[in-house]
């Protein structure tokens, strides 16, 4: 099957145009054709979360949305967050929370959505919002409580 | 042991301290280093066609089709890479009667399981060899498959390999006193139960990768491998390509997980590689999920009669069991797949001090994916067993689950000694665990708690488990079995001429913080700042030889090696800064970057040091000729391995109307020898705690009747996610390993090997009262009800 169809994407403030095959997913044409390789792919079904990152302002699957689907559309990878996720970074660095890193670019995504939406530090709550994640290396714990920290450290 | 005592209180030492892993900036940035990110010029992509059924005679092939598919660069069927790839078989010499049949890359006539490698597809892209594979018709002749593993043995089981005779692949009793007669005395409590230990996996969420380029020119062949044991690889691919040793490099760079995934011989990557070298091109092969489910090896296929005997005093007079464990239709090469039995014949009812014991193990093949090493070998089956009888018997005969425990359990100061299943045991502390356990969970509040809570219907529990866990295997493990597995690893340090110091290390990283501990270590040691010290493991053509992570072994071996590779460097940089400086050696001391006097004056700068050797040599005694580079190897003597212990409690509550269990407390009080760094420690060990409760509540391979293997998705293959998952509460004991300066043992497993047996513990703690007991593994909702009779 090679029916392909030219796409054009800002990726992480850049504009980049592409033929790209009609079955590809997202994430796959960041990775191979962009070269954008800090999105990862566990599953490919949508369920671990790896692939999570941002397409006009809303966090997806990279894994469950075609490419062609992303034409003209605003992508942001981990790769292009910039300041916006340094406290997490920071929060995630000082816990601990992450071991092999492989969860870790969707995991901060997931974090940063929770962040940005104006979630409080309940833990609760936080793991919810995280459960879409797989981490298979740490106990989770240490995931909470950066997500904590960020949130806690910007409200005083 | 030699090296110097004091390191540990030396102020600019950096054992024990909660540093932070350099690696995170980069994995949080995006820009870690993942087999399945590296592009190669001119690279193709490997697929394959797998075996949709359980057990058949392959009657034919046809490729014509996906021959003619746009992009595809070669097919190869299991005979064609016969030709070009040595038979492996996985049997170790020292385990007596093993036995398992030459396995290729791809199924050669008979295929074995579902999900076994039949044919590649080599291609353009990943799609376009999915494509083509699709396209391939391989006419399989169904063959009664042998899937249960309790039935496999029984003579009109169908056979997998015919001239085996039957399905036994290894048996083992281990002996100890006199069992029948302690069994058989009138004043003991004897517990009989039948554990189940459903199949899981490991689940790494890098799936298995590896990117094979082969040369001519220099008949070399590199493999970017997402793995644990670069140097064993490196001999496998050697061996059965034919290729010589030293022209194979193996580089494990960034390992997105692998708790004993990893560490074994695949034929679909073993395929890969042949394919690299017939193609004379880069080959990449990432397994996806549903490969991943299908062929990763499982583990913990067991099922468990047990028996003890316990008089009224609450002594444990005898322990019995008999595991019988399903294996696949091979055991795993290079390691076997009867190490798991084999440690629960080793392992179970090993912290308590018992005379009578006896144990016997049948492992045999079936037609499902092969079993093998995963996290914290066999160990939640061994503890599982032994503390679920002992707490079982506590009830009966009126005793708390605590006192039973003291009253057996191995004294503190009664070590060295060796256990009943033969084990050599040395520096544990079963006791001060469960002491400070008892006291961090406030065991007798929350009995009087859940006590009161009964009455009110809320149905809570507690269980606790006692545990030892292997750890810095010695080479009496596999290398005496004639595996090509190094249990000694090699640490190299160098000065650079800037002033740092590079550490290169056999042991490997795979988010355990390894390159952090050792880097804590060297610089320590020597007398550098942390951020002064870089560190490279995982690539067999530049660090030395070792056998990389697994079974715990990083921290204590690959980080002995390291402490005493700093000391010898130091003492070198010392000789040489003693002749720059005129003063004796003895006299200086390495602080912070500067040579120094031992009261702390700065003398000069290692950077100076280091540049008037590489750069100014003539300021040197013509006579002088300084190394600043130390390799120190290291392996454990004297023991097979170097034991851990733990204590660990879980505080669940149950809910008898859906047979939904919530966690609502665990506590693991662990004694890994000296803590390098407790920020790391720490969270392997919640990690561990969380796959161990995978065990216990959601993991499960199912497989049916005939052998198709039913929730290979990680949607239906359950896993812990956040929201399920407790806060754990974690603390220390602190008894350092005689057997090495450094004093540690490993951290990695004690989670997963214990956490299942408290779990279930508290589980039937809360049943009890209801008249009910579970002893089946992962314990679902479903198996809940029908323990409670209710479904």
Known sequence: MTDTQTISVTVNGETASAAVPVRQNLVDFLRNTLGLTGSHVGCEHGVCGACTLEVDGAMVRGCLMLAVQADGATVTTIEGYGDRASALRAAFIDRNALQCGYCTPGMLASALEYVEGGGGADRAAIREHLSGNYCRCTGYQSIVDAVCDVIEGEGS | ?791
């Open chain 2, 1 to 791: 042991m030699s090296g110097p005592l004091t390191i540990f209180d030396k102020p600019n030492s950096l054992i024990g301290k909660p540093v932070d892993r350099p690696d995170t900036k980069r994995l949080l940035q995006g820009r870690g280093k993942f087999v399945d990110d590296i592009q190669l010029p001119r690279m193709v992509h490997a697929g394959f066609v797998r075996s949709p059924v359980a057990h058949g005679r392959i009657v034919s092939i046809d490729l014509d089709e996906a021959r003619a598919v746009p992009g595809v660069i070669a097919i190869y069927t299991g005979a064609d890479l016969a030709d070009h790839v040595e038979p492996y078989v996985g049997v170790l010499s020292h385990m007596a009667g093993l036995r398992s049949a030459p396995q290729m890359p791809l199924a050669v006539d008979t295929v074995r399981w579902t999900g076994e490698p039949v044919v590649m597809v080599v291609a353009s892209s990943r799609a376009v060899a999915e494509d083509a594979a699709a396209l391939v018709f391989v006419d399989i002749e169904d063959l009664p498959p042998a899937t249960d593993m309790e039935r496999a043995l029984e003579p009109d089981a169908p056979v997998i390999h015919p001239d085996f005779g039957n399905n036994l692949a290894w048996e083992r009793t281990v002996e100890a006193g006199d069992p029948d007669a302690a069994f058989a005395r009138d004043d003991v409590t004897v517990v009989e139960r039948t554990f189940r230990f459903g199949r899981h996996t490991g689940v790494t969420l890098e799936t298995r990768a590896s990117v094979v380029d082969y040369d001519p020119s220099e008949d070399t062949l590199t493999c970017h491998y997402s793995g644990q044991a670069p140097h064993m690889m490196q001999f496998i691919f050697a061996k059965h390509l034919g290729l010589p040793e030293e022209n194979v490099r193996v580089i494990s760079n960034d390992v997105g997980g692998s708790f004993g995934i990893k560490i074994h011989t695949y034929g679909d990557e073993i395929a890969t590689a042949a394919a690299a070298k017939l193609l004379q091109r880069p080959v990449k092969f990432v397994a996806d999920r549903l490969e991943s489910f299908l062929t990763d090896i499982h583990a913990r296929d067991h099922v468990v009669h047990g028996r003890i005997a316990v008089t009224r005093e609450g002594e444990i007079a005898a322990l019995a069991f008999d595991d019988i464990t399903g294996i696949g239709p091979y055991s795993m090469y290079p390691r076997t797949s009867a190490i798991e039995a084999n440690q629960i014949l080793n392992l179970t009812g090993a912290p308590y001090a018992l005379e009578n014991y006896r144990a016997n193990a049948k492992v045999v093949f079936q037609n499902k994916n092969l079993m093998c090493q995963y996290r914290a070998v066999g160990h939640p089956i061994a503890m599982a067993v032994a503390d679920g009888l002992l707490e079982e018997a506590a009830h009966k005969i009126g005793m708390d689950v605590v006192e039973i425990r003291r009253r057996n359990l191995v004294k503190d100061d009664a070590y060295p000694c060796t256990s009943a299943t033969g084990m050599k045991l040395d520096d544990l502390s079963h006791h001060k665990t469960l002491d400070k356990l008892i006291e961090t969970m406030d065991y007798d509040a929350k009995r009087s708690e859940h006590a009161a809570l009964r009455a009110q219907g809320i149905h809570r529990g507690l269980g606790l488990v006692s545990m030892i866990e292997v750890t810095n295997p010695s080479p009496m493990f596999y290398g005496i079995g004639g595996a090509p597995i190094a249990s000694q690893d090699g640490s190299t340090i160098r000065l650079e001429a800037g002033g740092a110091i590079h550490v290169s290390s056999s042991v490997t990283e795979q988010g355990q913080g390894t390159n952090t501990i050792l880097a804590q270590i060297a610089a320590g040691v020597f007398g550098v700042a942390m951020d002064r010290v870089k560190v490279t493991t995982g690539d067999t053509k530049t660090t030395p030889y070792g056998g990389g992570t697994w079974a715990s072994r990083g921290a204590g071996i690959g980080g002995e090696a390291t402490l005493q590779a700093a000391h010898a460097l130091k003492e070198q940089v010392l000789d040489v800064a003693g002749v720059i400086l005129q003063a004796k050696p003895e006299a200086l001391d390495i602080v912070d970057g500067h040579i120094t006097d031992k009261d702390g004056t700065q003398r000069m700068s290692l950077s100076d040091l280091a540049r008037t050797v590489y750069y100014r040599g003539n300021e040197l005694p013509s006579d002088m000729t300084p190394e600043l580079v130390a390799t120190r190897h290291y392996r454990v003597t004297d023991f097979p391995f170097v034991f851990t212990n733990a204590a660990m409690a879980a505080e669940i509550e149950l809910d008898p109307d859906t047979g939904f269990v919530k966690i609502l407390n665990f506590w693991a009080v662990e004694d890994c020898g000296r803590v390098i760094n407790p920020k790391l420690v720490d969270e392997q060990i919640r990690g561990g705690v969380i796959q161990g409760i995978g065990g216990a509540f959601y993991e499960e391979c199912i497989y049916s009747e005939d052998g198709q293997f039913e929730n290979a998705t990680m949607a239906d293959y359950l896993v812990p996610m956040a929201f399920e998952m407790p806060d754990i509460t974690i603390a220390h004991v602190e008894t350092p390993t005689k057997t090495s300066v450094l004093g540690a043992k490993g951290a990695g497993e004690a989670g997963t090997g214990g956490a299942p047996a408290a779990l279930m513990n508290a589980v039937n703690d809360a049943l009890r009262p209801l008249g009910a007991q579970i002893h089946q593994m992962p314990m679902t909702p479903e198996r809940i009800l029908e323990a409670l009779g209710t479904v």
